[in-house]
């Protein structure tokens, strides 16, 4: 494998970290800026990690209306998902009737774990929403969480600076 030149490679990794469900842009925004090895400007680390995030929900839907699909034909994936997904359903029904996809968007708005792009996708499928429909309002809490995040990265690398 040929050398990658460190801005390559740091904008590599944050577009993978901002996919992943582990980080996504709140592992990834962080990473791109602090990193030893070729810390990025705020702006570049927000696009691209945004970017990756967003990119999320489409890939989460891909998933589940391809390898799922393949999955289930196995019965003990399709016991574990059942009862999974029946539990769930249940969770959210009433949440989602309340809040509807604004709720959504608030939800992925949030940079918590457990409340990012990959959670919303699959809280909007198992709510029975299409893509079409949730992808604006994932989207838009994404673009959200990248300027929270973004602000705390300043924030605290101002203080631990001082």
Known sequence: MPYMSNPIRVILSTLFFS?????????????????????????????????????????????????????????IYRNIFDKTVIKAQKKLSNKMNKYGVWGLMIFVAVPLPVTGAWTGALAAWISGLKLKRCFPYVSLGVIISGLIVSILVITGSMIIQI
């Open 19 to 75: 996919i992943i469900p582990i980080s996504e842009l709140r592992g990834a925004i962080p990473y791109a800026v602090l990193n030893n090895l070729y810390p990025l400007p705020i702006w570049l680390a927000y696009i691209i990690s945004v970017f990756g995030n967003i990119c999320v929900t489409p890939l989460c839907y891909l998933f589940i209306n391809t390898i799922h699909k393949l999955l289930y034909k196995i019965k």
